[in-house]
């Protein structure tokens, strides 16, 4: 769904810096989220916002932060980034009235 | 907070055969239980989903069934085919505030 747009699509980065993931969407929804993706562990949440002014924590919110810049950007940010934050995040979106979450094509972070 | 337990955690089926996922979740206020598919390498995808007022709804080969008695949800496959290989996911909400998701299922179907 091209609708839906993250970048970068691939990272590697190490110990101790600090990386931002970005989020985009042109749909017009006012929901967005942030998933972390493991082997064997299914999505977990990691924020979410019902619009600008709204940033709720999920359930592994621990060594992230967001910033919902406006209605169509969410980012991600590790502010020191370690190795067992390897993992492949996913955005998603969903917009009021409707249940399903349109995902992104997903970022995979690479912690050294 | 909300905990969902999905089994198997991997699927072998032959082509033709059905399939079935089953997933239990914790908190008794959930009341809407989608389904997604994801397709190796690519992004989640919406495939069905079912709110607790219906028993059980059904979409060409694709049927969920809830019982919320006992907590616990579960896909059904039919006259399955080599494009439903994927890793499937059953996730619960209360109110549609944000999805707690089963740790997946990986569905391999043997030709």
């Known amino acids: 769904d091209a609708d839906v747009t993250q970048t970068p699509r691939n990272r590697i980065t190490k110990t101790g810096k600090r990386i931002m993931l970005e989020c985009s969407q042109t749909?017009?929804?006012?929901?967005m989220y942030w998933y972390r993706q493991d082997p064997g562990l299914g999505l977990q949440l990691i924020y979410y916002?019902?619009?600008?002014?709204?940033?709720n924590k999920g359930e592994i919110s621990d060594g992230y932060s967001v910033s919902r810049q406006a209605q169509a950007k969410f980012s991600l940010s590790l502010e020191s980034a370690i190795p067992n934050q390897t993992a492949l995040y996913f955005c998603a979106t969903r917009g009021t009235g409707n249940n399903e979450q349109f995902f992104g094509p997903g970022t995979r972070l690479t912690v050294l | 907070g909300e905990n969902v337990e999905q089994h198997p955690s991997t699927l072998s089926v032959q082509e033709g055969d059905s399939a079935v996922i089953k997933c239990t979740y914790s908190?008794?206020?959930?009341?809407?239980f989608p389904w997604y598919k994801q397709e190796l390498g690519k992004r989640p995808q919406l495939i069905i989903d079912?709110?607790?007022?219906?028993g059980e709804k059904k979409d060409q080969r694709i049927a969920v069934t809830l019982n919320k008695t006992a907590k616990h949800f579960s896909l059904h496959i039919t006259e399955t085919q080599p494009e439903d290989s994927a890793v499937y996911f059953c996730?619960?909400?209360?109110?549609?505030?944000?999805?707690?998701f089963g740790a997946g299922t990986t569905v391999t179907v043997r030709a």
């Open positions: 996730a619960a909400s209360i109110n549609d505030y944000k999805l707690s």
């Open positions: 079912i709110r607790s007022n219906v």
């Open positions: 749909k017009g929804h006012d929901r």
């Open positions: 908190d008794s206020a959930s009341n809407y």
């Open positions: 916002s019902f619009d600008v002014k709204d940033i």
